[in-house]
């Protein structure tokens, strides 16, 4: 088997057909060397049905696996690439904003060049919004900044990998799970494509902000013990000022008699240092919930039913 293509499918109903009849057009005569891996994410639209007609009716070896729940992406690129049998494995979404025709330009790229290990594709040009484009520049300057793995601006999921990329891949079963950020860590030598991005055809994104942040804290915990350390040094500073601060107060009363200024400035002060206390239980805590997310080793998905033909 030459390709794998794992396919994350969450409430992609109208997709799955277009998206199917435009990778056999692309793929052309790979396709018979090619098995798709459909990642069924609990979906609750009719996306599981239409798996099972497209199985049903299709000459290409096609296997589509169905979680029990709604588990996310991160889990469903897992369970696809513990799924695949091929020498390479792409990764690309259902809802066609990302055209299968790059997967070939990756396959040519990887196959006449054997010093790469992978292709990941990245947008040349991004569709969004200013202020989106200004977090997620900043998100990138601080993850690149605190963690030893170097996170590539543009880059997506969309990429192909070889066989040994997959085997690490699958070599960290962590719980906490952080493509960007495992893609970069497991290392090797990536060739960075540019691509375009399309409109999806169908149905709405599963991001917004809110989920888009939370997705950044957690990649930045995965990955960079530095906000802890930066706590420490925080809190030792503003111990070295209250030192500084208590010294000048004492010189002051005793030297110049002068009395202790201010209830305006003790309520600020024990509000800024309150901040502070909270907001460093808010890192430790961060890392104890994952702590505590790994040590109860709960699988990362869990399979309902797997349909697959024999081609
Ligand atoms: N997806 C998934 N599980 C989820 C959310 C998304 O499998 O919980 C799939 C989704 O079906 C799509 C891909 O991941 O194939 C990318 O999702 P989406 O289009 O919502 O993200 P965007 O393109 O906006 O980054
Ligand atoms: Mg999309």
């Known amino acids: 088997m030459l390709l794998s293509v794992v396919v994350p499918c969450y409430n992609e109903e109208k997709n799955i057909r277009p998206f199917y009849d435009k990778v056999v057009t692309e793929l052309g005569d790979i396709i018979h060397d090619t098995e798709l891996i459909f990642v069924n994410d609990g979906s609750r639209d009719k996306t599981a049905d239409e798996l099972k007609k497209l199985i049903g009716q299709t000459q290409c070896k096609i296997k589509a696996i169905s979680f029990s729940r709604n588990f996310g992406k991160e889990a469903a690129l897992y369970a696809g690439f513990e799924n695949a049998a091929g020498e390479y494995t792409a990764v690309i979404d259902a809802d066609l904003q990302q055209n299968p025709k790059y997967i070939i330009q990756m396959l040519e790229i990887i196959k006449n060049n054997p010093e790469y290990d992978g292709v990941a594709a990245y947008q040349s040009l991004r569709h969004e919004s200013k202020t989106l484009s200004f977090f997620k520049n ?74 888009l942040t939370a997705y ?96």
């Open 216 to 311: 950044a804290v957690n990649g930045i915990v995965a990955f960079s013990d530095k906000p802890l350390i930066i706590s420490s040094i925080l809190g030792f500073l503003l111990f070295a000022v209250a030192i500084i601060l208590m010294l000048i107060v004492i010189i002051k009363t005793l030297i110049f008699g002068d009395p202790v200024s201010g209830f305006p400035t003790l309520a600020s002060l024990i509000l800024f240092l309150s901040g502070i206390q909270l907001l460093c239980i808010g890192i430790i805590g961060q890392y104890l919930a994952k702590i505590y997310t790994e040590s109860k080793s709960r699988p990362v998905y869990i399979v309902k039913d797997i349909l697959e033909n024999n081609k």
């Open 138 to 211: 900043c998100f990138y300057k601080l993850i690149n900044k605190i963690t030893e793995v170097e996170f590539y601006r543009s880059a997506s999921d969309f990429r192909i990998l070889s066989r040994k990329m997959v085997d690490a891949v699958l070599s960290m079963p962590e719980k906490c799970r952080f493509s960007k950020g495992i893609f970069s860590w497991i290392g090797f030598n990536v060739y960075y494509m540019p691509y375009e991005v399309e409109s999806r055809l169908s149905g709405t994104s599963k991001w917004n902000f809110w989920k």
